[in-house]
């Protein structure tokens, strides 16, 4: 006795439902950006990125979380070589679908894509990031010192970012507002303390 081909609309349900996922998207689903006059990003295609080709459920955009890599971070390293090892490590070892972040600032001040900012990030640590936005600057600042053109880049990068994404000035802060952590360092961290990020935000979102 032969079994019975399904029939045809039944057939089609069962894909439409088997592989539609509500709210789901591949890396490849990326939002464009569009930077104004001023701001300098190196985009994902300039620095070789590669799509991980992995669903993940996107987000929507409320807070703005700064971070550190958390490693030093000499002049002679190559920030480029940097993302693309981050980017093979934290797939092949921590089985993320991409660099944790979404921006990266080099100690040159430099500003690169990462991880599609659609996309929620990753952590080591216990804090729900869907919703924020990630930003690390290179290297360690509990030993390091943030240069003041990091520290421009950076506020210009957030005053970007609260804009496009409607966030409060009061919803930026550090990883370590959000969990135990040492994270964004504390010469980095200072400025977030003491306000001068969210006063450099204010001011350029006040033009």
Not at 27 to 46: C, F, K, N
Not at 87 to 105: A, G, L
Request: charged content about 20%; hydrophobic content about 35%.
């Amino acid at each position: 006795m032969t079994s019975q081909a399904p029939p045809l609309v039944l057939l089609l349900v069962f894909m439409s439902t088997g592989c539609a996922e509500r709210g789901v998207t591949h890396a490849t689903d990326i939002p464009t950006l569009h930077y104004p006059e001023g701001l300098s990003v190196v985009t994902r295609d300039a620095w070789g990125w590669e799509d991980g080709h992995r669903a993940l459920e996107q987000h929507v955009i409320n807070r703005i979380t700064i971070h550190h890599g958390g490693e030093d971070f000499p002049t002679t390293k190559d920030p480029i070589d940097y993302l693309q090892h981050l980017q093979s490590w934290s797939r092949t070892e921590k089985n993320w679908t991409d660099i944790p972040y979404h921006f990266m600032i080099d100690l040159r001040g430099t500003i690169y894509e990462a991880r599609p900012v659609n996309l929620p990030g990753d952590t080591n640590t216990g804090y729900d990031t869907r919703g924020h936005a990630l930003i690390c600057v290179m290297g360690n600042y509990e030993n390091q010192i943030i240069s003041p053109g990091q520290l421009n880049a950076l506020i210009s990068l957030t005053a970007f970012l609260a804009k496009t994404f409607d966030v409060a000035v009061d919803s930026i802060k550090g990883h370590k507002d959000y969990t135990e952590t040492l994270c964004p360092g504390k010469d980095l961290y200072k400025y977030l303390r003491d306000g001068t990020i969210a006063r450099g935000v204010r001011e350029i979102l006040k033009k």
